[in-house]
């Protein structure tokens, strides 16, 4: 048994090294990549369920260092916002997409809004403000246009704090996200003090919605309390026609995921934005 013992120390730190020079290398490789041009950004539909209409889309990011090697976001994200890059890749995203919607706004697509993953290390400090200041000065497109989804986790750092960008945000014209809702530990509270206009509702209450009363019952309680609130209700995660109906037939606003359509190439979300 202590040899045994001994073996799985070894064994686990021989796998803890090979974790930690994974991160170094990620991290080394992603600061290249946001210079390369290996970064991109891949579309997912949001659909109205008043019209079976595309509203816009979020944007998601796709790293291929190389043409038959893909990183996932779940991956080097995390370690992004240990290393403090992030508040590069963050950049990167927002200035990408912001060109993006001019050049299809010069082509004659029809409105639409995106929205954009900011990590909450960008809200410290207030940087995001400088951020979104810096780009939106360069590159002119209609502020509403361009919606930021926030996971719950920057309101436990300083209310007041994030209020106050927040509102600052707001006065821009930009809309807020909260993303993964419902996950998170902060109180409902912060939904009266801060000005946000969305919620959108995890995966993983609506991935068993149709066959898990509790998932459910928490479901349609976000829906409720989102139209009591006069936000905007999403679904992320939709797979099944058993979850739209379910969706549907509480009053959720707008839906995105598989069963519709999977994050996407430009080509192939432009295919969809003609047929608007
Ligand atoms: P998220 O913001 O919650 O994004 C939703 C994730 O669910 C995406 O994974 C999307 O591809 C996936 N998804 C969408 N519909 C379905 C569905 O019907 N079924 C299933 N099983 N999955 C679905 P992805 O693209 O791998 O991104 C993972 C996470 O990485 C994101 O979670 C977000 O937290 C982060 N992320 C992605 N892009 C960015 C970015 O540009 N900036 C930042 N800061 N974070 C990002
Ligand atoms: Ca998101
Ligand atoms: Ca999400
Ligand atoms: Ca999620």
Same mark, same amino acid.
């Given at each position: 048994?202590?040899?045994?013992? &001994?073996?799985?120390?070894?064994?686990?730190?021989?796998? #803890?090294?090979?974790?930690?020079?994974? &991160?170094?290398?990620?991290?080394?490789?992603?600061?290249?990549?946001?210079?390369?041009?290996? !970064?991109?950004?891949?579309?997912?539909?949001?659909?109205?369920?008043?019209?079976? &209409?595309?509203?816009?889309?979020?944007?998601?990011?796709? =790293?291929?260092?190389?043409?038959?090697?893909?990183?996932?976001?779940?991956?080097?994200?995390?370690?992004?916002?240990?290393?403090?890059?992030?508040?590069?890749?963050?950049? =990167?995203?927002?200035?990408?997409?912001?060109? $993006? !919607?001019?050049? =299809?706004? @010069? /082509?004659?697509?029809?409105?639409?809004?995106?929205?954009?993953?900011?990590?909450? *290390?960008?809200?410290?400090?207030?940087?995001?403000?400088?951020?979104?200041?810096?780009?939106?000065?360069?590159? +002119?497109?209609?502020?509403?246009? /361009? +919606?930021?989804?926030?996971?719950?986790?920057?309101? !436990?750092? @300083?209310?007041?704090?994030?209020?106050?960008?927040?509102?600052?945000? $707001?006065? *821009?014209?930009?809309?807020?996200?909260?993303?993964?809702?419902?996950?998170?530990?902060?109180?409902?509270?912060?939904?009266?003090?801060?000005?946000?206009?969305?919620?959108?509702?995890?995966?993983?209450?609506?991935?068993?919605?149709?066959?898990?009363? @509790?998932?459910?019952?928490?479901?349609?309680?976000?829906? #409720? *309390?989102?139209? !009591?609130?006069?936000? &905007?209700?999403?679904?992320?995660?939709?797979?099944?026609?058993?979850?739209?109906?379910?969706?549907?037939?509480?009053?959720?606003? +707008? *839906? $995105?995921?598989?069963?519709?359509?999977?994050?996407?190439?430009? @080509?192939?979300?432009?295919?969809?934005?003609?047929?608007?």
């Amino acid at each position: 048994a202590k040899n045994n013992g &001994k073996n799985n120390y070894l064994f686990y730190t021989s796998k #803890m090294n090979e974790i930690a020079k994974r &991160k170094i290398t990620i991290e080394t490789n992603l600061r290249h990549a946001l210079k390369n041009e290996e !970064l991109t950004l891949f579309y997912q539909p949001k659909i109205d369920f008043n019209d079976g &209409k595309i509203t816009g889309a979020e944007s998601l990011l796709r =790293w291929f260092p190389n043409k038959d090697e893909s990183i996932p976001p779940s991956e080097f994200i995390p370690i992004a916002e240990t290393s403090g890059l992030i508040l590069e890749v963050d950049k =990167w995203v927002l200035s990408t997409v912001c060109r $993006q !919607l001019k050049k =299809w706004k @010069d /082509l004659g697509y029809p409105d639409q809004k995106i929205s954009v993953n900011v990590s909450g *290390m960008h809200f410290k400090q207030g940087r995001i403000l400088k951020t979104l200041g810096d780009i939106l000065d360069e590159i +002119e497109i209609p502020p509403k246009s /361009l +919606e930021i989804e926030i996971t719950e986790g920057i309101f !436990l750092e @300083d209310i007041k704090e994030s209020a106050l960008i927040l509102e600052q945000l $707001q006065s *821009m014209g930009i809309d807020i996200s909260v993303d993964d809702f419902g996950t998170g530990y902060s109180s409902f509270g912060y939904l009266k003090r801060l000005p946000v206009s969305t919620l959108k509702i995890d995966r993983s209450f609506i991935s068993n919605a149709a066959t898990n009363s @509790d998932d459910a019952s928490i479901t349609k309680a976000i829906i #409720m *309390m989102a139209k !009591l609130l006069n936000l &905007k209700v999403i679904a992320e995660g939709v797979e099944t026609i058993e979850q739209v109906e379910l969706l549907h037939a509480e009053g959720c606003h +707008e *839906m $995105q995921g598989y069963y519709f359509a999977k994050p996407m190439s430009i @080509d192939k979300y432009e295919i969809f934005l003609d047929k608007l």
